[in-house]
C-alpha cells in the first residue's frame, strides 16, 4: 500500500482551466501538507493541514484552495491556471508537531506534474 | 530571515568514494534537520535526522554532522553507489512555525 498517495501523476491543461489534485494518506498522520516543486527543484510549502484545520497558508493566490474533508485527505484545487503554475505539486503528511522529534519528519507522495499551456 | 541553502548545486563522485553535501542555515532556522533524498521521477525520502544537542548521526552508509557554530550541516555518504545519484535535500523545522523549509538541493551524480 502506498502511505501517501497522489493522483493524477501527469496533468496537462490549457490556461484559464480549472483543475484538482486528489491526495490520501494511511499513515494515520494528524498534519498535511501541500509543496510546490519548480523547474529548478526549490520545493516550496504552500499550506499545511492539522487535521482538517488550516495552518499555514504561504501567500499563495487564492487561485490555489485546499480542501481537507477528513484528516486522511487534502486535494488541491486551482483556479484559472497560468503558465507559472506549471511544476510538480507533493502532498505530504506528517504525525504533527511535537518540538524537535521525529513527528516532524514528512513522508511524501510521489507528486503530481502539471503542465500548463 | 528563514533560510536553509546549500553550498553546491551538483557534485559529481566516482563510484566507491565518499560524497560530501553540505548545507548552510540561518539563525531563525530551527534544532532540528532532516536530509531527504529525491531520486528522479519521485518524491523526496526521509535518510536521516538530527537534533541540535547533538554534533553526529550515523545511520547506514550515511552521517549527518552539525556545527551549530558555523551554523552548518553535512551529509557524508560512504562508498557511493550508483543507486546514490539522486538529488539531496536538507531541511529545517521552522521554530514556533509548525513548517518544514527545504534547501535549494544538491544533484549528485556518481560515475562508473
Known amino acids: 500500500d502506498t502511505a501517501v498517495s497522489q493522483t493524477p501523476k501527469y496533468l496537462v491543461t490549457q490556461m484559464g482551466n480549472d483543475k484538482s489534485i486528489k491526495c490520501e494518506q494511511n499513515?494515520?498522520?494528524?498534519?498535511m501538507y501541500w509543496y510546490k516543486q519548480d523547474s529548478k527543484k526549490f520545493l516550496k510549502i504552500m499550506f499545511s493541514?492539522?487535521?482538517?484545520?488550516?495552518?499555514i497558508n504561504e501567500t499563495v493566490p487564492n487561485r490555489f484552495s485546499p480542501k481537507s474533508p477528513d484528516k486522511a485527505h487534502l486535494n488541491l484545487h486551482i483556479n484559472s491556471l497560468e503558465l507559472g503554475d506549471s511544476a510538480v505539486y507533493f502532498c505530504?503528511?506528517?504525525?504533527?508537531?511535537?518540538?524537535?522529534?521525529?513527528?516532524?519528519?514528512?513522508?511524501f507522495g510521489a507528486g503530481s506534474r502539471l503542465t500548463v499551456l | 530571515g528563514e533560510s536553509v541553502g546549500l553550498h553546491l548545486p551538483t557534485l559529481s563522485v566516482q563510484e566507491g568514494d565518499n560524497s560530501i553535501i553540505n548545507c548552510a542555515y540561518s539563525?531563525?532556522?530551527?534544532?532540528?534537520f532532516i536530509w531527504y533524498k529525491q531520486e528522479s521521477g519521485k518524491g523526496p525520502q526521509f535518510i536521516i535526522d538530527?537534533?541540535?544537542?547533538?554534533d553526529k548521526r550515523q545511520g547506514q552508509r550515511v552521517t549527518v554532522l552539525l556545527n551549530k557554530t558555523v551554523k552548518h550541516l553535512s551529509l557524508q555518504i560512504a562508498a557511493t553507489q550508483p543507486g546514490d545519484s539522486a538529488v539531496y535535500f536538507c531541511?529545517?523545522?521552522?521554530?514556533?512555525?509548525?513548517?518544514?523549509?527545504f534547501g535549494q538541493g544538491t544533484r549528485l551524480t556518481i560515475n562508473p
Open positions: 493541514y492539522n487535521n482538517k484545520e488550516l495552518i
Open positions: 538530527i537534533r541540535s544537542n547533538m
Open positions: 505530504a503528511s506528517s504525525q504533527g508537531w511535537k518540538g524537535a522529534s521525529g513527528a516532524n519528519v514528512l513522508t
Open positions: 499513515l494515520g498522520h494528524d498534519t
Open positions: 539563525n531563525s532556522a530551527s534544532d532540528y
Open positions: 531541511a529545517g523545522v521552522i521554530q514556533g512555525a509548525q513548517k518544514l523549509v
